[in-house]
Protein backbone atom coordinates (compact mmCIF):
# COMPACT_ATOMS: atom_id res chain seq x y z
CA UNK A 1 0.00 0.00 0.00
CA UNK A 2 1.64 3.18 -1.07
CA UNK A 3 1.21 6.99 0.14
CA UNK A 4 3.10 8.36 -2.66
CA UNK A 5 6.98 9.58 -2.64
CA UNK A 6 8.75 11.12 0.23
CA UNK A 7 10.24 14.04 0.01
CA UNK A 8 13.72 15.15 1.76
CA UNK A 9 15.30 17.87 2.51
CA UNK A 10 18.83 18.07 0.02
CA UNK A 11 20.55 19.18 3.11
CA UNK A 12 19.39 16.01 5.21
CA UNK A 13 21.62 13.37 5.59
CA UNK A 14 20.88 10.69 2.92
CA UNK A 15 19.28 7.50 3.80
CA UNK A 16 22.18 5.71 2.17
CA UNK A 17 24.30 6.82 4.67
CA UNK A 18 27.57 7.19 2.49
CA UNK A 19 30.33 8.95 3.55
CA UNK A 20 32.37 11.74 2.42
CA UNK A 21 35.84 12.30 2.63
CA UNK A 22 35.50 13.67 5.82
CA UNK A 23 34.14 10.49 7.49
CA UNK A 24 30.91 12.51 7.91
CA UNK A 25 27.40 11.26 5.65
CA UNK A 26 26.96 12.96 2.98
CA UNK A 27 24.20 15.35 1.83
CA UNK A 28 21.07 14.00 -0.07
CA UNK A 29 21.92 16.68 -2.89
CA UNK A 30 25.59 15.76 -3.16
CA UNK A 31 24.84 11.93 -2.87
CA UNK A 32 21.18 9.48 -4.23
CA UNK A 33 19.06 12.77 -4.34
CA UNK A 34 21.13 13.79 -7.44
CA UNK A 35 19.72 10.70 -9.16
CA UNK A 36 16.55 10.72 -7.57
CA UNK A 37 15.37 14.01 -8.23
CA UNK A 38 18.03 14.64 -10.95
CA UNK A 39 18.16 13.64 -14.19
CA UNK A 40 21.74 11.75 -13.68
CA UNK A 41 22.63 8.34 -13.85
CA UNK A 42 24.68 6.37 -11.28
CA UNK A 43 27.93 5.82 -12.54
CA UNK A 44 28.40 2.50 -10.92
CA UNK A 45 26.42 -0.70 -9.63
CA UNK A 46 27.52 0.46 -5.74
CA UNK A 47 26.33 3.98 -6.14
CA UNK A 48 22.72 2.31 -8.06
CA UNK A 49 22.30 0.00 -5.30
CA UNK A 50 22.40 2.63 -2.99
CA UNK A 51 20.32 4.91 -4.66
CA UNK A 52 18.06 2.24 -5.12
CA UNK A 53 17.94 1.71 -1.03
CA UNK A 54 17.00 5.59 -0.97
CA UNK A 55 14.49 5.36 -3.08
CA UNK A 56 13.28 2.40 -0.97
CA UNK A 57 13.56 4.73 2.17
CA UNK A 58 11.59 7.16 0.34
CA UNK A 59 8.86 5.58 -0.86
CA UNK A 60 10.31 6.28 -4.87
CA UNK A 61 8.45 3.78 -6.90
CA UNK A 62 8.98 5.47 -10.29
CA UNK A 63 12.75 5.69 -9.77
CA UNK A 64 13.12 2.05 -9.04
CA UNK A 65 11.12 0.93 -11.97
CA UNK A 66 13.32 3.27 -13.98
CA UNK A 67 16.20 1.26 -12.66
CA UNK A 68 15.31 -2.16 -12.49
CA UNK A 69 16.36 -4.01 -15.76
CA UNK A 70 13.21 -4.65 -18.40
CA UNK A 71 13.79 -8.75 -18.12
CA UNK A 72 13.00 -9.03 -14.43
CA UNK A 73 11.17 -5.36 -13.85
CA UNK A 74 7.87 -5.60 -11.67
CA UNK A 75 4.51 -4.06 -12.70
CA UNK A 76 4.40 -2.11 -9.23
CA UNK A 77 6.44 -2.06 -6.16
CA UNK A 78 4.71 -2.51 -3.34
CA UNK A 79 5.90 -0.30 0.23
CA UNK A 80 4.54 -0.85 3.27
CA UNK A 81 4.14 2.97 4.62
CA UNK A 82 3.63 2.49 8.25
CA UNK A 83 7.40 0.80 9.14
CA UNK A 84 10.79 2.30 8.38
CA UNK A 85 14.06 1.53 6.94
CA UNK A 86 17.22 1.88 9.64
CA UNK A 87 19.95 1.45 7.60
CA UNK A 88 22.26 0.11 5.01
CA UNK A 89 25.45 -1.69 5.30
CA UNK A 90 27.39 -2.40 2.01
CA UNK A 91 29.62 -5.18 2.50
CA UNK A 92 30.83 -5.95 -0.56
CA UNK A 93 30.69 -4.44 -4.65
CA UNK A 94 32.71 -6.05 -7.13
CA UNK A 95 32.97 -5.55 -10.84
CA UNK A 96 33.01 -9.12 -12.56
CA UNK A 97 33.27 -7.92 -15.97
CA UNK A 98 32.73 -4.49 -17.84
CA UNK A 99 29.29 -4.85 -17.94
CA UNK A 100 28.29 -7.66 -14.94
CA UNK A 101 28.35 -6.66 -11.14
CA UNK A 102 27.41 -7.82 -8.00
CA UNK A 103 26.65 -5.69 -4.49
CA UNK A 104 26.01 -7.73 -1.37
CA UNK A 105 24.33 -5.53 1.50
CA UNK A 106 22.50 -5.77 4.47
CA UNK A 107 19.25 -3.71 4.80
CA UNK A 108 17.67 -3.22 7.83
CA UNK A 109 13.86 -2.40 8.52
CA UNK A 110 11.21 -1.72 11.17
CA UNK A 111 7.73 -2.69 10.53
CA UNK A 112 5.10 -0.38 12.98
CA UNK A 113 4.33 -2.93 16.03
CA UNK A 114 6.85 -5.56 14.88
CA UNK A 115 10.14 -6.60 15.51
CA UNK A 116 12.93 -5.29 13.05
CA UNK A 117 14.38 -7.58 10.23
CA UNK A 118 17.18 -7.45 7.80
CA UNK A 119 17.21 -7.85 4.36
CA UNK A 120 20.75 -9.44 3.43
CA UNK A 121 21.28 -9.92 -0.42
CA UNK A 122 23.60 -10.17 -3.12
CA UNK A 123 22.22 -8.28 -5.87
CA UNK A 124 23.28 -8.77 -9.83
CA UNK A 125 23.47 -5.56 -12.16
CA UNK A 126 24.06 -4.72 -15.54
CA UNK A 127 25.59 -2.29 -17.66
CA UNK A 128 23.76 -1.52 -20.93
CA UNK A 129 23.35 0.97 -23.52
CA UNK A 130 25.55 3.33 -21.22
CA UNK A 131 23.58 2.76 -17.93
CA UNK A 132 23.62 0.48 -15.06
CA UNK A 133 20.42 -1.62 -14.21
CA UNK A 134 19.25 -3.88 -11.25
CA UNK A 135 18.45 -7.07 -12.48
CA UNK A 136 17.69 -9.64 -9.40
CA UNK A 137 19.38 -10.47 -6.03
CA UNK A 138 19.67 -13.53 -4.03
CA UNK A 139 18.85 -13.69 -0.33
CA UNK A 140 21.71 -14.53 1.93
CA UNK A 141 21.57 -15.95 5.12
Not at 37 to 53: C, F, K, T, V
Not at 71 to 86: A, C, E, I, N
Not at 108 to 126: N, T
Request: aromatic letters at 10%; charged letters at 20%.
Amino acid sequence: MSQGPLALPGDKPCPCARLGANAKPLRFSACCGQYLDGDGAPPDAHSLMRSRYSAFALQREAYLLATWHTSTRPVQVGFDTTGKWLGLEVREAQTSSPTDAEVEFIARYKPAGASAWRLHERSRFVLQEGRWWYVDGVQLV
